[in-house]
């Protein structure tokens, strides 16, 4: 079976065999590429993901991260919300790399994040300089108990409706 040009001109050569088969390779993986770059294969938000027990104190006030109070903070869209433990996704919280610090326009942002087969939804509520940084409860949730055994993952993510979240 040839799939480009198998005329003699072209086979004829001593090294056409391994040539023509690493064309013909080469034509099936972008083939293969572009079909699944069409379902967004390729496409995916690939981040890192750890945990800091910060984040699983419920007692922890608002005020001592960076989507607190202001016109973004988490407090301006509930009176209710006045600690960590107050955030209907508790404890699928954390710092996240979009929130850029105080009144940041990604505070309150909601994220699905996936390993594996697993994906937990992710309130923005602090900024972190790598990645996704949850509470330990998060990651293990994410991870299937494994938080302190993996310590940082990778993780796929999508931001999603705020309503996920429960905001």
């Known amino acids: 079976m040839c799939w480009l040009d198998c005329s003699p001109s072209f086979t004829s050569h001593r ?29 995916q938000n690939i981040m890192t993901l750890s945990y ?6 419920a007692a922890l006030s608002l005020n001592t991260v960076a989507c607190s109070d202001g016109a973004n903070g988490l407090e ?8 960590l433990g107050s955030l209907p996704p508790f404890p699928n919280v954390g710092g996240v ?3 850029t610090g105080y009144n940041s326009t990604a ?4 994220y699905a994040v996936t390993y594996g087969s697993t994906t937990i939804h992710v309130l923005a509520v602090d900024a972190s300089k790598t990645g996704f940084t949850v509470s330990q409860e998060a ?22 409706p705020a309503s996920t979240c429960g905001l």
């Open 139 to 160: 990651m293990n949730n994410l991870t299937g108990g494994h938080a302190v055994q993996y310590g940082r993952v990778y993780v796929s993510f999508m931001e999603v």
């Open 15 to 43: 090294h056409s065999a391994p040539l023509s088969t690493m064309y013909r390779l080469t034509t099936l993986l972008a083939a293969t590429l572009t079909v699944f770059s069409g379902f967004g294969v390729l496409a």
């Open 107 to 110: 505070c309150g942002t909601c």
């Open 52 to 57: 800091d027990n910060t984040y699983d104190n």
């Open 76 to 83: 301006s869209k509930s009176p209710t919300y006045t600690t």
């Open 97 to 99: 790399f979009t929130v």
